[in-house]
């Protein structure tokens, strides 16, 4: 009799469900979600039970599952399910309310005998400590969090068994984001539009272990090598591993509409799988174009449409709108105008021993280009050229490495990798240069506290809430100056890499005269190290750089760089009661 009655109470729990009287007709017969409620922008996830009939489960043409979410507002969020076999279900679902309040749901599904829809499902969210998915903000030119709080990318390149404590690591040094390049999810084994479900397995693993410690990741969909049959050998040889092979040839894998037919399919599994995730910075669509046969012996200009392509697939099917990217390679005519183009945000590689101003003298005392200067001269270049040019973000998706003139891990090399992280801040860059590549190679130099040193300047700066931001002229007597201001807003750096800058005197074209308040940033200790007001008649603040001194036997020295941000706090009054002050915007 208890037997009896447990599976009465089971059959109960199942929910009615619409289809008609057909046999074959799909049916949602459960869904069973991890819990009721969720945090805010934190993961929903539940199982599904269906009945269908479908050959491959990867396919939405053999069977397509489409949950509709309705927010408390009453916005409705079109999200798909996925395949993954889990406890004895074949489904899942993944969504992240962006909301307070009760959600209503309902999960639909089709295959080639017919169509259903569930009952309505609901979920709670609730507050929560997160912040939500990177975008766009509103001023074009940087991120911010989906609740509007300010994002500035702190990272670099990390690649292959990404580990916890690795993380961790990275996270105590002010990293903030990672970029990662993935293996393609269609193997030789399992075939063309079919998904390896333990490489899918390794990058869930990879976004739990980024949402437990807030680190963002920038996640690379092409790798080239995985495109190129002939280009640039080794390593970046990689096309026989790839199943396109069985619908394409690599040179027209840009053009082919088999190979892009199936490309929409796994679009859609990764926005399904992954797109939920607050950890999910940006689709990183390619990275190196120009290192595929579909470049170099297809078609380039096709392979600029096939950016845009897959950029357009993004913004129309992905309700979370993830910004997009994607980069040519490092040299300096590598301009990848079709892809700064077409994508959310600009991604210009540097490496500088490929055609940029570089030292080749193999000395530094007879050489004509200076190896530090002209060295971040390189990236503030590169970032007004495409900051002037496509008025949107624009980040160095790609530097570093040994393509370079010191070798990794001398002076030179700190200072030039130090000199890139503050030239780029300065300039407009809306993430630290993706410095290639944490590795046993690098770390010592790269994987540093300088990346928490930029970032707790960072920190102190509202970039998405600034207006209109635009360079701004700096004056410094045989240095250079660099600086952005937006509404009240400026902040900025300035270096001789030749002497130093203390006792310097700094001149910023603020736009008004006023009261304005400094904060002297100390970029190599990762301390402000001086506050104090400024007043100014004209146009111009100016300030002095001070000189310090070693204290009780410790060192105490200013160095040949400082950051620096000022801020507008009020006009200066005039006799007659009224405010005297020239309004910025003359730019």
């Given amino acids: 009799m208890r037997l009896l009655i447990l599976c009465l109470m089971v059959v109960a729990s199942i929910p009615v469900v619409a289809q008609s009287s057909d046999a074959n007709t799909p049916a949602v017969m459960d869904v069973i979600p991890v819990a009721d409620s969720v945090g805010l922008y934190d993961k929903f996830e539940a199982r599904l039970v269906i009945k269908s009939n479908f050959v491959n489960p990867f396919d939405p043409e053999d069977i397509d599952i489409m949950a509709t979410f309705v927010s408390p507002s009453g ?11 889990t406890f004895g ?3 899942k679902l993944r969504f992240s309310p962006n909301e307070t309040g009760t959600w209503t749901y309902t999960v639909h599904v089709r295959d080639r005998h017919g169509e259903s829809t569930s009952s309505k499902y609901s979920l709670r969210a609730i507050p929560s400590k997160f912040k939500g998915p990177v975008r766009i903000a509103d001023n074009k030119r940087y991120l911010e969090y989906g609740n509007g709080s300010p994002f500035y990318g702190v990272g670099l390149w990390y690649n292959g068994k990404v580990t916890g404590e ?28 079919r998904y390896d479900q333990d490489i899918c397995g390794r990058i869930d693993d990879l976004f739990a272990l980024c949402e437990e410690r807030e680190i963002l990741i920038s996640l690379n969909l092409w790798f080239h090598s995985f495109l190129s049959e002939t280009v640039w050998g080794g390593f970046n040889i990689r096309w026989h591993t790839n199943p396109y092979q069985q619908v394409t040839s690599s040179r027209e894998f840009f053009r082919s ?3 892009w037919k199936y490309q929409e399919k796994l679009y859609r599994y990764f926005i399904a799988r992954w797109g939920y995730s607050r950890s999910l910075a940006i689709w990183f669509i390619v990275d190196e174009i120009n290192g595929t046969d579909g470049w170099v012996s297809g078609d380039s200009v096709q392979a600029g449409r096939w950016t845009k392509n897959v950029h357009d697939y993004f913004k129309a099917n992905d309700p979370y709108n993830h910004p997009t990217t994607g980069t040519r390679s490092g040299g300096l005519k590598e301009f990848f105008h079709d892809g700064y183009q077409a994508t959310d ?16 003298a193999g000395t530094i005392d007879s050489a004509t280009t200076h190896p530090v200067k002209d060295s971040y001269l390189n990236y503030a270049n590169q970032i007004k050229t495409i900051w002037d040019g496509y008025k949107k973000p624009v980040i160095i998706g790609e530097t570093g490495w040994d393509h370079t003139f010191y070798e990794p891990g001398m002076p030179g090399y700190i200072a030039a990798h130090h000199n890139a992280l503050w030239v780029s801040l300065t300039t407009g860059a809306a993430m630290t240069p993706f410095w290639w590549a944490y590795s046993s190679k690098l770390n010592d130099v790269i994987a540093s506290k300088q990346l928490l040193w930029i970032r707790k300047f960072t920190d102190n700066i509202p970039f998405g809430r600034m207006t209109n931001p635009v360079r701004v002229p700096v004056k410094i007597a045989g240095a250079e100056g660099f600086a952005m201001q937006g509404g009240s807003v400026i902040f900025g750096w300035v270096v001789d890499p ?10 910023i074209a603020a736009g008004r005269s006023g009261k304005y308040k400094l904060r002297l940033y100390h970029t190599w200790r990762g ?7 400024l007043s100014t008649t004209t146009d111009e603040v ?17 160095g040949q760089d400082v950051a620096f941000i000022v801020e507008f706090v009020k006009e200066l009054p005039v006799a007659d009661g009224k405010s005297k002050g020239k309004k910025p915007g003359r730019r």
């Avoid at 903030?176 to 063309?192: C, H, K, Y």
């Avoid at 600009?346 to 055609?355: D, P, T, V």
């Avoid at 100016?542 to 200013?558: C, D, E, G, R, V």
């Fill in 75 to 85: 916005k409705k969020w079109n999200i798909p399910g996925f395949y993954q076999y």
């Fill in 89 to 91: 279900t074949m489904w």
């Fill in 166 to 193: 690795n993380l961790d690591d990275l996270k105590s040094k002010g990293v903030n984001f990672i970029s990662n390049f993935i293996t393609p999810l269609e193997t030789m084994g399992s075939g063309v539009g």
């Fill in 257 to 259: 509409t088999a190979a």
């Fill in 345 to 360: 945000i600009a991604a210009r590689e540097i490496y500088e021993a490929q055609g940029y101003p570089i030292n080749h």
């Fill in 498 to 507: 030749v002497a130093d800058v203390a006792g310097d005197q700094i001149s």
């Fill in 527 to 533: 301390e402000f190290i001086k506050e104090e007001e």
């Fill in 542 to 558: 100016t300030f002095t750089i001070p000189s310090l001194h070693t204290t009780q036997s410790h060192a105490n020295y200013i």
